[in-house]
């Protein structure tokens, strides 16, 4: 089968190569020439590349597979300019990382012009080549099962983990690591919320290791604590030099919070054991956002990921203002100074 | 009647005062002897002080009533010497911020001395003299009553407030700002909690300030974004250059928000307007972490007081190591880079 | 000066009478009949009233001012309908809780038309009539002026507190209690944090309420635990039967949590002292959801509003889903059993 | 090497059979007839045990290791009857969920006498029979040196989890899951720290499955909303009817929250798709408690963890109080009607 790939990036490169091991064709469009290059280099017949739209349509056999992996902020330019190229029968898969809202817009849109939208949330960061994809997919049923064959040969399989206990015969595609989730946007939001508790669990482990950080502040402090400090009542209970990379790598094995993010964890302290190159801003991309939105909106609780959000806000100063107005009424009632340069 | 006052500083002076406006008379212990001096000269024979503690118990009527009120740090090794002087029947007051488990202690220690042990968590900072201070009493029923007219005197009294509909007759004490809660101990657990809800009203108000704070990026921001960075949907909806102050001073009248805290935030921010003045690090005693301690034990959950002291914690720099293991794990699974210098 | 005011349920109708006190006019539209009768009986000739649109426009003096108070789901099909019988220099208010994106676009359709719109945050609730109501008003600087003597009417004045020390001479509008916030929809901005910190402040009050109602259960356990519960360390610690309404009671004077949100609890409290006449079920409008929206889309921290916002959801049963899903995974690793009927 | 178990439940039968497959031999003591009855018939010769502990101590040969696998609540009373019959040179283990506070109290009383104290937190539930168990030591380097034979036996195996890239050579004993963490009570804070982490990333999936959960309500709900409930602004956005069972299947492979809690998830929807087994009332061991406890000591923000706490104790009606008092205040200033029986 044949798959346009408009974005030679990491990720749209890696799904390339992940088909093309399977016999699958591609036809990639990126700016980069190098990219293109690369590509034919590696995959020789199976792979053909172009630095211009028209020719890259021109290229696909009908009806034409378009996988967008571009920054989600270009995706609706580029599926408005694919939609005057397409024809009626031909699939859009928008496989970035675009919110839900739009998935359902552009699928309306293009409907009255025969032109079928598939929206696909990706995960599996820079380990996609060689874990597979996890892949949830929202759009039209017939569609989606037409692109099978890729979506089989891009997911991860179902040996990339034990089979959950009763599951038998056939696996499900869930079990090799693709889901349709629904009608037009169900991939993303599903995607989306995929990202809120990664945004959660991070931020759980992030806090315990940092309760283990201070676990040695008792035997740390020098006993002298400011009017405004409060003391510890016993430091003998904080007297421990806890080695963190060990801890990350003992629990890996036979605990509770083994998982994925734990190996990545204590893979980047055996090579930093001190994270000193990492400054502390911590960036957030829109699908914690959209989850904490969402939430708010269906009227579900969901503090922890509210927590694990506004925590990477802190972590860039953004409660500056809020901390110094904390000061001003502490100041104000009791004449508590916390002045700029302590 | 006669007080003895341990500590003459803001707090303990300003309790003198008040006492003696209504007659009482006062004996005060205090290592500066200016700080005895002032009081002299403003209390003429209402007052008598000393440096020296023997002196002072020894210029005490029997039953003796001494007010602790030096740091917490230092009350319990007071309150051992004291008892080595006082006697069957004397009082002693702790009116600093002990924790209540301390009070449960103490009380039962000096009860076989026949020394009858009071807390009094007392609420009011710098505007005590002025407004009065109130009093949340913890001890025994006979003692709190023969307190009652220092106590009296302290508190704010009825026409501190409008009177809450319903009440009406001879105001009760909790009316005229002053209240025996329990045993040893209820004094401080009540003003512990007191304290934790400030923390939360606190934060309420920083959080909601902040909101307005940012409420022009629309217009403030270039509308170029990192590929890390969340790009405004609706940069149109955040374009309001708010007059903080003025609105805090607007919410002061007729709002629901209106309170004793905002007060001093529109004060604060009429006299410093962008709150250039604070650095954002932002303090906490020993009364906001016992709260949550408290709710830990009795299994309450209390999301908002924990956010309101995690973020002070945060905004003195103790999530740092936290967030570089989130960075780590960025960098890890998605090639992010979040490196110092950025 | 004379108001139309459309919707004369207690707002509406509150807002009439502060005005006809200071001897304004005013024409009321309701589709009760009643509602127009009270008001005519109580204002006398400073009040005309009718249900129907076309001839409460007629009773209106050019340029016509009409407030809309009506619930906010019918707030935009009467500012059409209004749109299509004013004339240029006609001012509509929404004095509603609007979410302010709706502002932005209403101001922004009615100016070819040469309609002045204006958004008007109303605080004050039920003790409107009485203290005044507090007005975060958002629009043209003009309109905002030509209004100015409406606008103090319905306002607290500036005796409704003491004034900010540093504040001197003819009081700001912001400390009579209504204040130009900014352009189209910065009123309901700023009414929307308001309640956004309400919900804060109140959820602060609520959980150190519920530590007071707890302090006794280390005397009403019977010190039997099952596996599943965590023993109390310090049963004696938790021996304390706090008089709750007491509490609030003695907090209203000299504490730093005093507030008018205290006034109404403590009164709440005397008048139900085990707050029996309450389910427990909590609502929320839109303003505390849209105050998270807001947040979230500035990349503002706001733990302390999403926890109370998110209480409230939970307080409705909305975390179920979420709790039954932590039982099922913490039956599949420890084998705990947490059925139905326990 | 020879092992004496205390306590021959799930967990010390395990691992009295894990130790048992590498040739060690032990002793077992337990009130239960038929719990020594089944070990000594799976295990022949390798096995002993006895319900007297005098007769349990005579049976070791010396230096003893007693582990001790039996309720927390249990734990004090048995060591302390153990120091009276052990010898010095002689091992205690504490393999169970003691606060390790009690630790360091422990290790030094027992010092003077000669006796060992070992701390091993230890995870692993219902599976560690079969997956091993991690095991986070505290106390003397010497003696768990000592124990090295059994600690091995007992622990998953370097094979149990793909190496973390750039560890080569000889496996240390993290990789083999099992670390020796520091001095007393090391092993149970490390433990402590990760049932904290274990309670927020279990919050982090039950918020998100919640959120598809919900994900159905712009088509479920009939569009009529109640005076105090938040209308949808966009019930299209809300109309996927989620197969939850299906999605946590399909992020078991190749996605970012890959994790041993959600296969179980996984299993546990996968047998019962509706969670309708389940009351939604989570408890909560005292883990989770003291890890909030060590993050208010030592000064470290832990928002998800204490979110994730208070999410349980919330799922048990905790919050009712809280939640009746904000009704009262909505009641009080809006005139919010939220009676019983709603």
Redesign the interface.
């Known amino acids: 089968m044949q798959l346009g790939m408009i974005g030679l990036g990491?990720m749209g490169a890696n799904i390339v190569r992940r088909i093309a091991r399977d016999g699958h064709t591609a036809v990639g469009l990126d700016r980069h020439v190098e990219n293109i290059e690369m590509l034919r280099s590696e995959l020789g017949d199976n792979f053909d590349g172009t630095t211009e739209l028209t020719e890259f349509v021109g290229k696909l056999e009908t009806p034409r597979v378009v996988w967008v992996m571009i920054?989600a902020?270009a995706t609706g330019a580029m599926v408005d300019q694919l939609a005057g190229l397409l024809e009626p029968g031909d699939i859009i898969i928008d496989g970035g990382n675009s919110?839900?809202?739009e998935d359902?817009t552009r699928a309306k849109d293009l409907r009255p012009k025969g032109i079928h939208y598939i929206d696909i949330g990706t995960?599996?960061?820079?380990?996609?080549l060689e874990?597979?994809?996890?892949?949830?997919i929202g759009g039209e049923s017939e569609q989606v099962k037409y692109l099978d064959p890729l979506l089989k040969s891009i997911?991860?399989?179902?040996e990339?983990?034990?089979r959950?206990?009763?599951?038998q015969g056939e696996p499900?595609?869930?079990?090799?690591?693709?889901?349709h989730?629904?009608?037009a946007?169900?991939g993303h939001?599903?995607k989306m919320?995929?990202?809120?508790?990664?945004?959660?669990?991070?931020?759980?482990?992030?806090?315990?290791?940092?309760?283990?950080?201070?676990?040695n502040?008792g035997a740390e402090h020098n006993g002298e604590?400011s009017?405004?400090?409060?003391?510890?009542?016993?430091p003998?209970?904080?007297?421990?030099?806890?080695?963190i990379p060990?801890?990350t790598?003992?629990?890996?094995?036979?605990?509770?919070?083994?998982?994925?993010?734990?190996?990545?964890?204590?893979?980047?302290?055996?090579?930093?054991p001190t994270?000193?190159?990492?400054?502390?801003?911590?960036?957030?991309?829109?699908e914690g956002?959209w989850?904490?939105?969402?939430?708010?909106?269906?009227?579900?609780?969901?503090?922890?990921?509210?927590?694990?959000?506004?925590?990477?806000?802190?972590?860039?100063g953004?409660?500056?203002?809020?901390?110094?107005?904390?000061?001003?009424?502490?100041?104000?009632?009791?004449?508590?100074n916390?002045?700029?340069?302590?």
């Open positions: 990491r920054p902020g919110r839900y809202h359902i995960s599996g960061g820079v380990f996609g874990r597979g994809f996890c892949l949830m997911a991860p399989g179902v990339a983990a034990e959950t206990p009763g599951r499900s595609t869930s079990e090799q690591g693709y889901l989730c629904g009608p946007g169900a939001f599903v919320v995929h990202n809120g508790i990664e945004y959660g669990a991070m931020a759980a482990y992030a806090e315990g290791l940092n309760i283990l950080h201070k676990a502040i604590f009017a405004e400090e409060t003391p510890l009542d016993h003998e209970h904080y007297m421990y030099d806890i080695d060990e801890v790598e003992v629990w890996r094995r036979g605990s509770v919070v083994a998982s994925w993010l734990l190996d990545l964890t204590a893979s980047a302290l055996y090579a930093d994270l000193e190159t990492f400054s502390g801003r911590v960036s957030d991309s829109g956002r989850t904490l939105d969402a939430a708010v909106d269906t009227g579900v609780p969901a503090p922890v990921l509210a927590a694990a959000l506004f925590q990477r806000f802190s972590s860039r953004e409660a500056l203002y809020a901390d110094k107005a904390l000061s001003a009424m502490r100041k104000a009632f009791g004449g508590h916390e002045l700029p340069g302590r």
